[in-house]
T-cell receptor, first 114, second 115 residues
Framework: EPEVTQTPSHQVTQMGQEVILRCVPI?????FYWYRQILGQKVEFLVS????????KSEIFDDQFSVERPDGSNFTLKIRSTKLEDSAMYFC????????????FGEGSWLTVV | AQSVTQLDSQVPVFEEAPVELRCNYS??????LFWYVQYPNQGLQLLLK??????LVKGINGFEAEFNKSQTSFHLRKPSVHISDTAEYFC?????????????FGTGTKLQVIP
């Protein structure tokens, strides 16, 4: 059973379009994360989210990105105007319940920008 | 800031041979260490973790890793690999930040098991 469920598993979008990637935790947790993996490259931290606020973000997470948890359940990553270089696998993750110190990842959403 | 170095980008090994995937980390505070595995076209699966206690940790699929604080290493080992172990392996580090954690990944090592 996945720790988090991500949708869609694969999305193809045209450059300049808005994309929303969704993540649904299996159970209630406080810390959530988005990571990105460009094909053939390392897994990179984008943003962490705690108690409905961004707790930390990387340099990659610029103004075209946003995160929210609109209904207290789904956790979304929005890319406002996609670029070719946004093509990547996007992973949602959650932190285990304290004193757990492990971050568990979803299966990923593969985004292809054409 | 924390960082992870995986020196070997690819490791070919024959089936049933032993393997060691190297990982070194850098951090100024206490750390937690992880190995994640990514099978082709799949997500990231936790293989094993070191949080505290015994420096030798065992994970799934017969893998183990040893935390060496003096050498700042966390190498992954398996005494006898199987074809199904072909995957990319990522070492990751998380600093002890109280309630908040964030993992930083290495660049990954592709393990190719040769029949």
């Amino acid at each position: 059973e996945p720790e988090v469920t991500q949708t869609p598993s694969h999305q193809v979008t045209q450059m300049g379009q808005e994309v929303i990637l969704r993540c649904v935790p299996i159970s209630n947790h406080l810390y959530f994360y988005w990571y990105r993996q460009i094909l053939g490259q390392k897994v990179e931290f984008l943003v962490s989210f705690y108690n409905n606020e961004i707790s930390e973000k990387s340099e990659i997470f610029d103004d075209q990105f946003s995160v929210e948890r609109p209904d207290g359940s789904n956790f979304t990553l929005k890319i406002r105007s996609t670029k070719l270089e946004d093509s990547a696998m996007y992973f949602c993750a959650r932190l285990g319940t304290p004193p757990e110190r492990t971050i568990y990842f979803g299966e990923g959403s593969w985004l292809t920008v054409v | 800031a924390q960082s992870v170095t995986q020196l070997d980008s690819q490791v070919p090994v024959f089936e049933e041979a032993p393997v060691e995937l190297r990982c070194n980390y850098s951090s100024s505070v206490s750390v937690y260490l992880f190995w994640y595995v990514q099978y082709p076209n799949q997500g990231l699966q936790l293989l094993l973790k070191y949080l505290s206690g015994s420096t030798l940790v065992k994970g799934i699929n017969g893998f183990e890793a040893e935390f060496n604080k003096s050498q700042t290493s966390f190498h992954l080992r398996k005494p006898s690999v199987h074809i199904s172990d072909t995957a990319e392996y990522f070492c990751a580090v998380s600093e002890d930040g109280g309630g908040y954690q964030k993992v930083t990944f290495g660049t990954g090592t592709k393990l190719q098991v040769i029949p």
